[in-house]
């Protein structure tokens, strides 16, 4: 007798496969140090070296058994609930206390986030509403909890498709009588295209005519790389945001693991904000047994990490210090990426900044394979290929350009 799951996935699919490829791309490189690895989605230093806070390191030496070892609050914790607030909003948190209600819920990392947030507010045969450029894991939820996909193209002449977005927005309400939507900016996975204020406050003028109809909507905004985006825009982006009517619970996912570098310690929070009080605590209700029994308690030493960072100034002085150099790092590699596909004529999708980039490409795992014989590994999706700006040197960002310049050249496709 073969036992099956009741829900599974497809296997052996190499499109937007990402630790499928990046696993062959590690094997390869342990054997050839030349090889370039262009599907890690975290940070590493010109050298090939992971870029490791040394501010978080020392944290980590001073903490004590009872920072590490014992279960954490469920929820976080009033320290951790308070900072995480003040970390994500920064310099807007206090208009948005003074208009809205708030709750934060502790989990592993963003997709820890987006997972309950897709779980308790969507039911089975219900639609999300993505870009048909994303990253692959919103749908792989989706499917996970039974929820139906629609999408709608993320570009409309190298701009925000707002027209696309309300089209298929409605198509949904008239089915459905309500709204649920991801947008992930800035730096968007896997385009590296930050949305205009402009776009958000489309995006509420949109809201608000829903409102007029009455329909519910609840809009997540994914800032997992906010860190890596102009302090003050990414945070203003926020500000306009958490201004959205009564009828659109915002819920934004942040993840610490990105922003701290410490991608294996899995560390986020699911943040709720709207006008009703009732709307708040029925979050606050659910989401504390969420948390319990999807996975117990977030990680210990990475909440005793992030709590002592953001309360102490010395130690928050030098990672500042640190997560400036950064951006800087990760800027440099931007600012040449965008200057050589212009040099050497690559069609890309819009790219403003950001871990990834994406390669337009009709074929992308033609494209793949050609670059894999010459041992260069980004990863093929549907729309294009993507490349980890963030896990690459300028000397293997242009070696790659270069490849891919050629491919073009070859193929003329």
Same mark, same amino acid.
């Given at each position: 007798?073969?036992?099956?799951? /009741? ?14 490829? %990046? ?34 390191? &020392? ?6 058994? +009872? ?7 469920? &929820?976080? =914790? ?17 208009? #948005? ?13 963003? *997709?820890?986030?987006? %997972? ?10 219900? *639609? ?20 139906? /996909? ?29 709204? #649920? ?5 800035? @730096? ?20 608000? !005519? $829903?409102?007029?109809? @009455? ?7 994914? #800032?997992?790389? +906010? ?13 306009? /945001?958490?201004?959205? =009517? ?5 819920? #934004? *996912? ?6 701290? =570098? +410490?991608?294996?310690? !899995? ?6 904000? @709207? ?63 965008? !200057? ?12 403003? =900044? ?9 074929? %992308? ?13 980004? /990863? ?20 790659? $350009?270069?490849?891919? !310049? ?8």
């Amino acid at each position: 007798m073969l036992i099956k799951a /009741v829900r599974t996935f497809e296997k052996d699919q190499t499109k937007g496969d990402i630790t499928k490829i %990046s696993n062959i791309a590690k094997e390869r490189k342990m054997s050839n140090p030349r090889v370039v690895d262009g599907t890690i989605g975290a940070l590493y230093n010109d050298d090939g070296h992971f870029f490791a806070f040394k501010s978080i390191d &020392n944290v980590i030496d001073k903490l004590q058994d +009872i920072d590490k070892y014992p279960y954490a609050p469920i &929820n976080g =914790g009033a320290i951790y609930q308070t900072q995480v607030l003040q970390w994500v909003f920064g310099p807007f948190l206090a208009r #948005v206390v003074a208009e809205k209600h708030l709750a934060v819920c502790a989990t592993p990392g963003g *997709t820890g986030a987006l %997972s309950i947030a897709l779980y308790h507010y969507l039911d089975i045969n219900e *639609t999300l509403l993505i870009p048909d450029l994303n990253w692959p894991v919103y749908e792989h939820l989706a499917k996970e909890f039974g929820i139906n /996909v629609s999408t709608y193209h993320l570009f409309r002449d190298d701009c925000f498709n707002i027209e696309g977005f309300i089209e298929a927005a409605d198509a949904i309400v008239k089915k459905e009588g309500k709204l #649920v939507t991801i947008i992930n900016n800035p @730096n968007h996975n896997p385009t590296g295209f930050s949305m205009t204020y402009e776009d958000l406050y489309q995006l509420g003028d949109y809201f608000k !005519r $829903l409102e007029e109809e @009455n329909i519910p909507v609840v809009f997540i905004y994914d #800032v997992a790389y +906010i860190d890596y985006w102009d302090y003050q825009n990414g945070r203003k982006g926020l500000n306009i /945001v958490c201004d959205y =009517g009564k009828n659109v619970l915002t819920l #934004v *996912t942040f993840s610490a693991s990105k922003s701290f =570098g +410490i991608y294996g310690m !899995r560390l986020g929070a699911l943040i709720a904000i @709207n006008q009703e009080e009732k709307v708040i605590e029925d979050f606050r209700t659910w989401s504390t047994v969420a948390c319990r029994t999807r996975w117990g308690t977030p990680n210990r030493i990475a909440l005793s990490i992030f709590n002592q960072i953001v309360t102490n100034k010395e130690d928050r002085d030098e990672f500042m210090s640190e997560l400036k150099k950064a951006q800087e790092l990760l800027f440099n590699r931007s600012d040449f990426f965008i !200057r050589k596909v212009k040099e050497y004529n690559i069609p890309i999708y819009p790219y403003q =900044g950001g871990f990834f980039a994406i390669i337009k490409v009709q074929d %992308s795992l033609h494209l793949y394979e050609y670059l894999k014989d010459l041992d260069i590994f980004g /990863v093929p999706f549907d729309s294009g290929f993507r490349l980890a700006l963030s896990s690459m040197s300028i000397k293997d960002i242009d070696k790659t $350009l270069i490849a891919i !310049r050629q491919y073009f050249e070859i193929y003329r496709m």
